[in-house]
Antibody
């Protein structure tokens, strides 16, 4: 069965960096684009970033452009999100999700909490 | 990249039907038939309920249905059950490999 397991979250000070990982299993990882979606405490979902199945193209929501970098290692079935220059407003649960034909996300991980303290 | 507009909350009695709206713009909902809906129970990951406006993934009851007219998509849940109580989020492809979610609707089954 499809499994996505995020890790790497924690408490980090304003302006510092953090790298999230998403370990995928149960499907052919290299065949799927992948997303990061976040949810601030008590708030709604916000799409953050998307990467093509081969890692050739990457896209970001305006609020994280220049600060976050999505990447993947298809040999290890792992998706990453490098988050630099973190802001308090980046505090959220970060989910990875599997893309289906650029139309929707069909499976989601359980999320990892990132807390940026001032 | 403005969020789609959803009502903050809706409520209805068991066995009844409820419709949740999701209003976007000509750049997203109106321009693509790539609207999806997700159910999220507290502390849990979102679950796909509807994709491509009207399609149900395997395992999702046919009590859940989706539709779209212009820049507004809708999720209808008929025969409400207690376990349907959750937050529901719409999502639309917005072009140039970006996506936008709605603010979420809290469904209360009275």
């Amino acid at each position: 069965q499809v499994q996505l397991v995020e890790s790497g979250g924690g408490v980090v000070h304003l302006g510092r960096s953090l790298r999230l990982s998403c370990a995928a299993s149960g499907f052919t990882f290299r065949n799927h684009g992948m997303h990061w979606v976040r949810q601030a405490p008590g708030k709604g979902l916000e799409w953050v970033s998307f990467i093509w199945n081969d890692g050739s193209d990457k896209y970001y929501v305006d609020s994280v452009k220049g600060r976050f970098t999505i990447s993947r290692d298809n040999s290890k079935n792992i998706l990453y999100l490098q988050m630099d220059s973190l802001l308090v407003e980046d505090t959220a649960v970060y989910y990875c999700a599997r893309d289906r034909s650029v139309q929707y996300s069909d499976f989601w991980g359980q999320g990892t909490l990132v807390t940026v303290s001032s | 990249q403005s969020a789609l507009t959803q009502p903050r909350s809706v409520s209805e009695s068991p066995g009844q039907s409820v419709t949740i709206s999701c209003t976007g713009t000509s750049s997203d909902v109106d321009n693509y038939n790539y609207v999806s809906w997700y159910q999220q129970h507290p502390g849990k990951a979102p679950k796909l309920m509807i994709y491509d406006v009207t399609q149900r993934p395997p395992g999702v009851p046919d009590r859940f249905s989706g539709s779209k007219s212009g820049n507004t998509a809708s999720l209808t849940i008929s025969g409400l059950q207690a376990e349907d109580e959750a937050a529901y989020y719409c999502c639309s492809y917005a072009g140039s490999y970006t996506w936008v979610f709605g603010g979420g609707t809290k469904l209360t089954v009275l």
